[in-house]
C-alpha cells in the first residue's frame, strides 16, 4: 500500500520570505502522480500543485514550486514570497495513475506566516 | 457550474441515529468519493464510485454505507451514529482518469458532523 509522510506537524515562516515543506512516500509504482493542497480555515481544499512522475523537469505554479526527487521518494514544497494568505494546513498527496483515481494523503503541516 | 456541493454543513447528532450526507456534482463527473478528516490523520478514503450502479470500500468504509443511482448524486449514509464517527467530511469527483490523463479532483466544502 502507498504512503504518504509528512514530518513537519507545524512550520512558520515569516512573510516575504520563502520555506520549504517535506512530503516523502513510499510505493512500488512507476507512473503516479504527487500533489500539494492547501486548506485554508474555510475548509475548502484546493489544489496548489502537481507533478507527474514521469516527467523529470520539477513543477511551478506562481510562487509554488516543487522539488520531486523520484529515486529518493521525495516531494516537497518551496513557497517563494510568503503572504499572510499563505497560511493554512498543506497536505500532499500521491494518486496512482489509472482509473480509479483514489488520494492517499499526508497528515499535513500547518504554516503560519508571521510579519 | 455550483461544482461539489454538500448538505448540511453542519450536523449534531446522537448515538444510535442515522443520517445522510448529500453530495450532488454538475460536472457531469464518472468518479465520486467520500473522505473523512480527522485531527493529526489527513483525508482518508471512504467509499467511492466509478459510475452509477458502481461503488467501492476505501480505506476506512465500516459504519457507512453509499449507493451511486445517478451520475450527479453520491449520499453517505451513517447507519447508527457513533462518536468514532465525529469528523469533517468531504465528497470528492473527478472525470476518470486513463494512463497518461490527469483530471483535477475537485472536492466539496465539507460537513461537519458532531456525535454525541
Known amino acids: 500500500a502507498q504512503t504518504v509522510t509528512q514530518s513537519q506537524p507545524e512550520m512558520s515562516v515569516q512573510e516575504a520570505e520563502t520555506v520549504t515543506l517535506s512530503c516523502t512516500y513510499d510505493t512500488s509504482e512507476s507512473d503516479y502522480y504527487l500533489f500539494w493542497y492547501k486548506q485554508p480555515p474555510s475548509r475548502q481544499m484546493i489544489l496548489v500543485i502537481r507533478?507527474?512522475?514521469?516527467?523529470?523537469q520539477n513543477a511551478t505554479e506562481n510562487r509554488f514550486s516543487v522539488n520531486f526527487q523520484k529515486a529518493a521518494k521525495s516531494f516537497s514544497l518551496k513557497i517563494s514570497d510568503s503572504q499572510l494568505g499563505d497560511a493554512a494546513m498543506y497536505f500532499c498527496?500521491?494518486?496512482?495513475?489509472?482509473?480509479?483515481?483514489?488520494?492517499?494523503f499526508g497528515t499535513g503541516t500547518r504554516l503560519q506566516v508571521t510579519l | 457550474n455550483a461544482g461539489v456541493t454538500q448538505t448540511p454543513k453542519f450536523q449534531v447528532l446522537k448515538t444510535g441515529q442515522s443520517m445522510t450526507l448529500q453530495c450532488a456534482q454538475d460536472?457531469?463527473?464518472?468518479?465520486m468519493s467520500w473522505y473523512r478528516q480527522d485531527p493529526g490523520m489527513g483525508l482518508r478514503l471512504i467509499h467511492y464510485s466509478v459510475g452509477a450502479g458502481i461503488t467501492d470500500q476505501g480505506e476506512v468504509p465500516n459504519g457507512y454505507n453509499v449507493s451511486r443511482s445517478t451520475t450527479e448524486d453520491f449520499p453517505l449514509r451513517l447507519l447508527s451514529a457513533a462518536p468514532s464517527q465525529t469528523s469533517v467530511y468531504f465528497c470528492a469527483s473527478s472525470a476518470l482518469w486513463t494512463s497518461g490523463s490527469y483530471n483535477e479532483q475537485f472536492f466539496g466544502p465539507g460537513t461537519r458532523l458532531t456525535v454525541l
Open positions: 460536472m457531469n463527473h464518472e468518479y
Open positions: 507533478q507527474e512522475a514521469y516527467k523529470q
Open positions: 498527496a500521491y494518486r496512482l495513475a489509472g482509473t480509479a483515481s483514489k488520494l492517499t
